[in-house]
C-alpha cells in the first residue's frame, strides 16, 4: 500500500519480509523505547525474532513501514487473530489484536503510526474479525489519542499489572491448605466450567495450555475439605460439579532465557517488562536489584500468572498461597527473577495479591471497536459489556 508522509515522502506499508527487513527492524526497536536509557541496553526475543510470540497463533502478520526512497523501516506493527468466547449464547467471537506497535522516534507525528494501524486493521478484517482490539499504558496520552480519537476505538476497561521481584523467600503457604496441580485435561476442564460462559475467553484454552512454554496449573483449597475427582486419571464431571467451598486456580507460563540484558557500567538491574499486549516496550527503574557480577550478558527471565479466579468467602486465604507458592518456585529456577501477573481494577482478587514495597505496578488501558457493525435493539454494539471482564492471554507476554 503506497501512502505519503505529511511532507510527501512516499512511504510503503507491506508485510515484513525477514532476510530484508530484520536487521532494520531490530534497529527500529532499539532505537525506541528499548535502550533509550543512558548506560543500559536491553536485547529480547524480539530482536533475533521480531514475530515474538505472535507465533503462537495460527493466523498473525507483521507489518511494516518503508521510505520508498530509502528503503529505510521506521515503523512497525504486529498483529493476530484469536477465537474468543463471550457469554452470549454464541461460541465464540473472532477477535484481531493489536501489538507492539513502533515508529522511529525521528519520524513520529507524521501519521506513520495512524497508517500502520489502519493496515492491520484491514487485515484483521480480512480475516473475519469482528472486534478488534488492544491495550496501552493508561498515561501514554499520544498513544491513547491515535486509538480513541483518530482510530475510534473505546476505552473498554483498565488492568493494572503486578510485578515482584525475586529476591528472598517469600511466606511458605499455609499448612492448612493444600496445593495441588491439575491435569492439563483438568485444568482445560475447569477453566471451561468456570469461565467459558462467563468472560471474554480463549476458546483454544487447551492449546495455551499445552504449550511449551506453560508449566501448569495449580488448585489452592483448605485441607478441612476435600475435591472430589482431583485424583482421579478418568473423565470425571463431580471435579468441576462438586468442588469445594472455597478455592482458588491460576496457571503459569515461564519466559526464562526469553530476555537478554546487556549492562554497561550499570550497578542495578532495572527490569525490563515487556507485553505484546501494550504499545511499546517499557524499561522501568523502580525495581532495583542489586547484580551479583558486571557480565556483557545476563540472562533474564520471569514467571507470568494468568487464569486467576477463585471462589468462596475464604479465597483471598487460598489465592495468598498460590502466590507464595508461585514465588517460591521462581526462586528454584535458574534465571528466573520476576513474578508477573495482571488483573482486572475491579478484580476482587487484586486485593490479595500481596504489596510490599518490592511490588510495582503499571496501568493499563484496553480499547476495542466492533468492525463487522453488528448492534442490538438499544444501538449497543453486541458484546461489549460481556468484555468487562478480561481473561487475560499468555501468549500476549
Known amino acids: 500500500m503506497d501512502v505519503h508522509h505529511k511532507n510527501n515522502k512516499p512511504l510503503l506499508i507491506r508485510e515484513f519480509n525477514e532476510e530484508r527487513d530484520l536487521k532494520m527492524v531490530e534497529r527500529l526497536e532499539r532505537n525506541c523505547e528499548i535502550g533509550s536509557r543512558k548506560g543500559l541496553s536491553i536485547l529480547t526475543n524480539m530482536m533475533g525474532d521480531p514475530l515474538c510470540r505472535i507465533r503462537l497463533y495460527p493466523t498473525h502478520v507483521m507489518m511494516v513501514a ?12 504486529r498483529g493476530c487473530m484469536k477465537c474468543v468466547g463471550t457469554g452470549l449464547g454464541a461460541s465464540h467471537v473472532k477477535m484481531g489484536c493489536i501489538l507492539g506497535l513502533r515508529v522511529s522516534p525521528k519520524h513520529r507525528r507524521m501519521g506513520i503510526g495512524l497508517k500502520l494501524v ?19 499504558e493508561k498515561n501514554n496520552v499520544a498513544s491513547t489519542n491515535l486509538f480513541t480519537l483518530k482510530c475510534n476505538y473505546l476505552k473498554l476497561t483498565s488492568l493494572v499489572i503486578l510485578v515482584q521481584p525475586i529476591i528472598s523467600h517469600a511466606t511458605d503457604p499455609s499448612p492448612d491448605i493444600r496445593i495441588e496441580k491439575l491435569s492439563i485435561e483438568q485444568a482445560v476442564s475447569l477453566y471451561k466450567a468456570r469461565l467459558g460462559s462467563k468472560d471474554f475467553f480463549p476458546v483454544d484454552i487447551d492449546a495455551i495450555l499445552r504449550e511449551k512454554l506453560s508449566m501448569g496449573t495449580w488448585v489452592s483449597f483448605f485441607k478441612e475439605e476435600e475435591w472430589i475427582g482431583l485424583h482421579c486419571n478418568k473423565k470425571n464431571d463431580l471435579f468441576t460439579g462438586k468442588t469445594p467451598s472455597s478455592w482458588a486456580v491460576l496457571s503459569i507460563w515461564k519466559t526464562y532465557e526469553a530476555y537478554k540484558l546487556q549492562i554497561r557500567g550499570a550497578h542495578l538491574l532495572r527490569v525490563f517488562y515487556t507485553t505484546l499486549s501494550n504499545m511499546g ?17 545476563k540472562p533474564f527471565g520471569f514467571l507470568f500468572l494468568y487464569g486467576l479466579h477463585g471462589e468462596g468467602e475464604r479465597v483471598g486465604e487460598l489465592f495468598k498461597s498460590l502466590w507464595c507458592f508461585a514465588y517460591n518456585l521462581g526462586r528454584k529456577v535458574k534465571d528466573c527473577k520476576v513474578v508477573v501477573t495482571e488483573l482486572g481494577m475491579c478484580d476482587p482478587l487484586l486485593g490479595h495479591v500481596p ?8 496501568d493499563d488501558l484496553w ?23 478480561v481473561f487475560v492471554d499468555p501468549r500476549e507476554f
Open 355 to 362: 504489596h510490599g514495597p518490592s511490588m510495582s505496578c503499571i
Open 118 to 136: 489502519k493496515s492491520v486493521e484491514e487485515w484483521a478484517i480480512r480475516n473475519g474479525a469482528q472486534y478488534i482490539y488492544l491495550a496501552t
Open 66 to 77: 518503508e521510505l520508498v526512497q530509502t528503503g529505510e523501516v521506521v515503523g512497525v506493527v
Open 367 to 389: 480499547c476495542f471497536k466492533r468492525v463487522d457493525g453488528v448492534i442490538d435493539d438499544q444501538g449497543r454494539w453486541i458484546g461489549m459489556q460481556s468484555l468487562a471482564r
Open 281 to 297: 516496550a517499557k524499561v522501568f527503574p523502580c525495581l532495583k536489584i542489586p547484580l551479583l557480577c558486571e557480565i556483557p550478558y
